[in-house]
């Protein structure tokens, strides 16, 4: 099993710890290069007087831009202990992170999708940054586009065999998506993510902030299984709609059949 997560635009900065080691990062081999380029050139841009409006964010943010001055030199703390959205914090990871079992069971099973690095493992020691997968660097472009070809026969391989369980919002999901004939030829499973809750009259709603809250209580729902043994990494996506369906949230779940793809959905239908 391989879960999908996006980064959190909630951080906590480390007022302490070990500088950035881009050796130590997930597939550091293949991407040092990669991350190396977009970390120079998102500097240069972040040092510029209109470098909130280059990167697409509102001028609110403009002392959060300057972090990304400081990326060789600031502290560095694990992903799961940096990011703290809600998704995160629904998922409870800092917590499943200082537990051994379970932080193992993390690095084996869960990959955040990130603008600035590509890919990391939720014990990849990151520090402070602010750099949206929608937004573009000159001479770059949009990271979703920068990093798609880049991920594309990493992430192919790492899901090759897995059930991947997608819980990115659409910006980061657009970044990677399993080739046809992977889920065809390799035994393996897509598991898209959606949140919708019950209104006025029985229509069904989406709502941001819920469907973040709902995908990570999921996540932690599956990580403590897989942790305890409960859940195989093996098994089927008809089992994390199982896992999903023991959430009190849940009020209901559909697992679709697969499109022609071969991509399924699995809606969670809360109960607020």
Known sequence: MLILLPP???KTAPREGPALRLSTLLEAQELTGSRVQVMDTLA?????????AVLGLGPRTLGEVQTNLRLETAACAPAYDLFTGVLYEAADLRGLGSQEGTHAVMDRHLIIISGLWGILRPTDRIPDHRLPIGSALPGLGRMAAYWRPRLQPVLETT???????????TAYASVWQPARSLLASAHSHLVRVA?????PGGARQVFSHGAKRARGQ????????LSSGALNPQSSTSAVAEAAASMDVVRDVELSEPDRQGRQSLTLVTRH
Do not use: I, P, Y
């Not at 899901?159 to 919002?169: L, N, P, Y």
């Open 8 to 10: 959190s635009e909630g």
């Open 44 to 52: 240069r841009a972040s040092a510029r007087k209109d470098a909130a």
């Open 159 to 169: 899901a090759a065999g897995r059930v991947v369980v997608d819980c990115r919002s």
């Open 195 to 199: 949140v919708v809750r019950t209104g």
């Open 218 to 225: 999921l996540v932690g729902t599956l990580l403590r299984a």
